[in-house]
Every structure is written in structure tokens, then in C-alpha cells.
């Protein structure tokens, strides 16, 4: 059975998928119902990519670091994080 954290946190993630597809950024959801992830890929550079979870209070980076509480802030932070860098 799902708990309410659990349910929780795949809406919040489902939310922020939504904001970076609308974008065009390339997400999909992953994991299980009960802890789920959010797979992020930058659209021109496909190797620059990563997770984030939902902590119940918080988005988070798979590997650790909190990255905000609204899903439109971290989806532009996201987006700083995983841009495509140009040369020297």
C-alpha cells in the first residue's frame, strides 16, 4: 500500500517532469511508487543527465544535495546544472 509521502512525492515529481517536458527537456519517471526519480537529460548533450528525488519536503539530487522546495525554481537550476558548457 502506498503511503501519503509516497504518493506525495511522485506528484511533486510528476509536477517537475511537467515543468522540464514543457521546456523540452527529456524526463521520465522511474523507480518504484513507493521511491520514485526523476531522470533529467539535457536535449542537446544527452550525456549531461541526472536524477532527483522528492524527500517529502524538499527536491533533492539522487547523490545528496537538496536543490529546493518549488518545482519551478529547481527545474531552472536543473537546467543551469546540466546546460551545455562551450569551450575555454
Not at 13 to 39: K, Y
Not at 45 to 67: L, R
Request: hydrophobic share 40%; glycine share 8%.
Amino acid at each position: 500500500m502506498e503511503t501519503d509521502t509516497a504518493m506525495e512525492a511522485w506528484q511533486r515529481l510528476e509536477q517537475l517532469r511537467d515543468d522540464l517536458t514543457g521546456s523540452g527537456w527529456p524526463c521520465n519517471l522511474a523507480g518504484t511508487r513507493d521511491q520514485p526519480v526523476l531522470r533529467v537529460r539535457n536535449p542537446w548533450v544527452p550525456v549531461m543527465e541526472d536524477e532527483i528525488v522528492y524527500t517529502g519536503d524538499t527536491f533533492c539530487w539522487a547523490w545528496g544535495p537538496k536543490i529546493g522546495d518549488n518545482a519551478q525554481d529547481v527545474a531552472q537550476v536543473i537546467r543551469h546544472v546540466l546546460r551545455e558548457v562551450s569551450g575555454p
